[in-house]
């Protein structure tokens, strides 16, 4: 479902931050754990694969479509139909219920909207569905996102992430604010949520440990570094 080719991407003006992926295969469904510490090019490879940083040379294949040749208003409409992001922060909507959080994930996409609808859910319901899946307790539904805990935050941003089966799920660090073992069972519930429909995964961390987990290991250890992957 991706495939990197010879890829370079330069910051501009920058000599002294290149990064380099000769090679890079993820079948559907895939866990993908991207490892590096902070300024290895994490954020920068993000940004390539959702079409924001446009690579100097090489390719980058996201479910068959290379992302250098769409048009800026093509990768939009591509990254928001098939990329389901959690975000490190969140980027929550604090005042709305989680609910109205999770069905904005919809919002821009028609693609995953009418996902949605052909399962025979409205938007609320399968979002429901998500949240109680991702342990969200129904007994909290009806706060603002801002009276909710950072684990139950983490579990509305996911469910915002999944609504409407994107193939891709890219999770950005989600679990720096948590402790060993919730971090491990919500990295299962991300699986466990992903294999019901086959999504892939590229969860991006620096906590090496929970490279395990994986199927497919990818470390940047500096920008400037050849990216290797086991
Ligand atoms: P990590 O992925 O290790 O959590 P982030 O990329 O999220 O690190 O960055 C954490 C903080 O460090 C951010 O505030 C970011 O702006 C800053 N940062 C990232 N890269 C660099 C760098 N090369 N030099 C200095 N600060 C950086
Ligand atoms: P990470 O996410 O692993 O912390 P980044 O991808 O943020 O790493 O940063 C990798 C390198 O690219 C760093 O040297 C950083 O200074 C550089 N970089 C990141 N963003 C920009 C930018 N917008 N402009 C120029 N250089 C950048």
Known sequence: MLEINDLIFRWPGQTDATLNIPKLEVAAGERVFLHGPSGSGKSTLLGLLSGVNKPESGSIRLLGKDLAQLSDAARDKFRADHIGTIFQNFNLLPYLSPIENVTLGC????????????????????????????????????????????????????????????????????????????????????FKEAS???????????????????????????????????
């Open 107 to 190: 919002h821009f996409s028609r693609s995953r909207t009418e996902r949605v609808k052909a399962s025979g859910n409205t938007l609320t319901q399968q979002g429901e569905q998500l949240l109680q899946q991702l342990g969200l307790d129904p007994s909290i539904m009806a706060r603002s996102v801002a009276q909710l805990s950072i684990g139950q935050q983490q579990r509305v941003a996911a469910a915002r992430a999944f609504i409407g089966q994107p193939e891709l799920i890219i999770a950005d660090e989600p679990t720096s604010a948590l402790d060993a073992d919730n971090r491990n069972a919500f990295i299962e519930l991300l």
């Open 196 to 230: 019901q429909y086959g999504a892939t995964i590229l969860f991006v961390s620096h906590d090496s440990s929970l490279a395990a987990m994986f199927d497919k290991y990818l470390s940047l250890s500096d920008i400037n570094e050849v990216v290797q992957c086991s």
